[in-house]
């Protein structure tokens, strides 16, 4: 059972533009969230995370959202540009467990 | 500094036979993992080790053996391929246990 759920396999957006990229939980133990990026043939990358502490969380042109209450967090990026385009992951664990959980991934592809 | 090494890149096998992929990290990092990735199904947990001489198992252990004998290196073997294990596979590892993960660039294992 999926525990971690990103039910939007691909976003297109324009270059400039805000691109939304969403995930939802099951899991209410979860407390640390992360996103990473994938490039095609090569490995995931880490690119922001969010302590269930915390409802935001800003890094550059890189913003994750937590909303405990829905089980839910976004990744907004803002600018999006051409070398935006990636899989994304979100992925989560519980503070006494032993393992992160990752979604499917959303493809993102920013049109120039 | 190379960071998370995985060989080969590719590889075809046929069913029942065995093979070890070499995962090696030049970090220093205690936490190291195994996860295969599946269309649909994300990233999956097969094996992780918090330290040399200590492994556990993950979501989908069946299939596969993991050994820690040094810092450096997580090899996974496989005992006797099956075509379900037909994925693209993924080592990682972190400082510590739960934080965010350096991944190597994939194998990509074919079982005919």
């Known amino acids: 059972d999926q525990q971690v759920k990103q039910n939007s396999p691909s976003l297109s957006v324009q270059e400039g533009r805000i691109s939304i990229l969403n995930c939802d939980y099951t899991n209410s133990m979860f407390d640390y969230f992360l996103w990473y990026k994938k490039y095609p043939a090569e490995g995931p990358t880490f690119l922001i995370s969010i302590s269930s502490i915390k409802d935001k969380n800003e890094d550059g042109r890189f913003t994750v959202f937590l909303n405990k209450s829905a089980k839910h967090l976004s990744l907004h990026i803002v600018p999006s540009q051409p070398g935006d385009s990636a899989v994304y992951f979100c992925a989560a664990r519980t503070n006494t467990g032993n393992q992160f959980y990752f979604g499917t991934g959303t493809s993102l592809t920013v049109i120039p | 500094n190379a960071g998370v090494t995985q060989t080969p890149k590719f590889q075809v096998l046929k069913t029942g036979q065995s093979m070890t992929l070499q995962c090696a990290q030049d970090?220093?990092?205690?936490?190291m993992s195994w996860y295969r990735q599946d269309p649909g199904m994300g990233l999956r947990l097969i094996h992780y080790?918090?330290?040399?001489?200590?492994?556990d198992q993950g979501e989908v252990p069946n299939g596969y053996n993991v050994s820690r004998s040094t810092t450096e290196d997580f090899p996974l073997r496989l005992l006797s391929a099956a075509p379900s294990q037909t994925s693209v596979y993924f080592c990682?590892?972190?400082?510590?246990?739960?934080?965010?993960?350096?991944f190597g660039d994939g194998t990509r294992l074919s079982i005919l």
């Open positions: 990682a590892s972190s400082p510590i246990l739960n934080q965010p993960q350096h």
């Open positions: 080790s918090v330290g040399a001489g200590i492994t």
């Open positions: 970090m220093n990092h205690e936490y």
